[in-house]
């Protein structure tokens, strides 16, 4: 039996075993399905980079022109989870660059296809903007086709370490932890929240086991980026930030004021924190960075739909919001496992996606405690 710290038990899962390592995103179609993705913002319709009418639109996911050689894939969970992630495409004279792996094989080879509908050229290589498996379990279909896989130098052993032990293991011990925590909760609050955590892992424990994993053959040392990328007329800069989970890479094109910001950007919904890597100190540092960019940035969030600063002034407020109600109940003195439910979502917020309680605010909430511990340390 593991011994869990004070954190931990606030947490749906031990750090310490393999399924802390696990990503929060496979409420796949279950829960995905109830915040079904908005259509494109009029702002945006009237952006003449952005097409007006999708190059291709499978109702599970769309493919848009946002630029010159510059295409996003927006995931609309509700229709289907053969995607379930944003990513998208650049295609220059000489070169293209895929990104993401989705969560199937079936949602890479649906965004090979939309490129070869506007595109010859050789792919260079796919991206993995980090290594969670709603991003990363269709990356065989590149593997079959002997196209190189990057990804942050650590992408590789996270998606390994996190999944692998999950493949083949008894589904009733997996979830045995959580369905616990669902009988033993204090409050009906808390009950609704513990059961969201079962919910959503039972989807991503089920999504594991029929899958090939693949994994980047081309790691990038953050410590090497950025990384400059030009495909002939199209020049692609991959950048490193911290915030969600310690593989992040996000590709931005500074000629065309485009940026697909991979999971560090979610557009229409709280944010996923549950990583034992993520931070919410250093997210909301990225997230500072992105709002210097210029006013007529337009960033492909990780999930959500195309917006400009206005997603990045969104996603900051939220964050603020999380850290005042947060910070409140820790100067009360409410321990945390407490606090890490009893978030009170804004008026402003009410219509704000949240896939489960136990991915996204309260692990928020419990790393603010940690954050703050630490300087009293």
Request: aromatic share 10%; proline share 5%; charged share 20%.
């Amino acid at each position: 039996m593991i011994d869990l710290s004070l954190s931990e038990r606030a947490m749906p899962f031990s750090r310490r075993n393999f399924l802390a390592g696990t990503s929060y995103f496979g409420a796949a179609y279950a829960l995905a399905r109830l915040i079904p993705t908005p259509v494109l913002a009029a702002s945006l319709a009237a952006d003449a980079r952005v097409a007006q009418a999708p190059l291709v639109d499978k109702g599970f996911a769309a493919v848009r022109k946002i630029g010159e050689g510059l295409y996003a894939t927006i995931s609309d969970g509700s229709k289907g989870a053969q995607t379930m992630c944003n990513g998208g495409f650049l295609a220059g004279k000489d070169g293209a660059l895929l990104l993401e792996g989705y969560a199937s094989t079936t949602g890479a080879a649906f965004q090979m296809e939309a490129l070869r509908m506007v595109s010859q050229v050789p792919v260079r290589a796919a991206l993995n903007t980090h290594y969670h498996f709603d991003h990363s379990l269709g990356n065989a279909f590149y593997g079959g086709r002997n196209i190189p896989l990057w990804g942050h130098a650590q992408t590789a052993s996270r998606i390994a370490g996190s999944y692998l032990p999950l493949q083949g293991a008894d589904r009733a011990a997996v979830l045995a932890p959580l369905e616990k925590r669902v009988k033993d909760a204090k409050s009906e609050a808390e009950r609704q929240h513990a059961q969201g955590d079962v919910n959503t892992m039972g989807t991503v424990f089920d999504l594991l086991q029929n899958a090939v994993l693949a994994v980047p053959n081309h790691p990038l040392d953050p410590a090497k980026l950025p990384l400059t990328v030009d495909l002939g007329g199209v020049r692609a800069v991959l950048e490193s930030f911290p915030g969600h989970s310690g593989t992040d890479i996000i590709v931005r094109v500074p000629e065309q004021d485009v940026v697909y910001a991979g999971d560090l950007l979610f557009h229409g919904m709280y944010p996923v924190c549950f990583d034992e890597k993520a931070t919410v100190s250093g997210w909301r540092a990225t997230l500072k960075i992105f709002a210097s960019y210029g006013k007529d940035t337009l960033f492909v969030p990780g999930h959500g739909q195309i917006c400009g600063q206005e997603g990045i002034q969104q996603l900051r407020d939220v964050f603020d919001d999380i850290a005042e109600q947060a910070e409140k109940l820790y100067k009360a003195g409410v321990p945390v496992e407490e606090a890490a439910h009893r978030y009170a979502p804004p008026e402003k917020f009410k219509n704000l996606g949240i896939f489960a309680w136990g991915f996204t605010i309260g692990p928020a909430i419990i790393k603010l405690y940690e954050e703050w511990q630490g300087k009293k340390a």
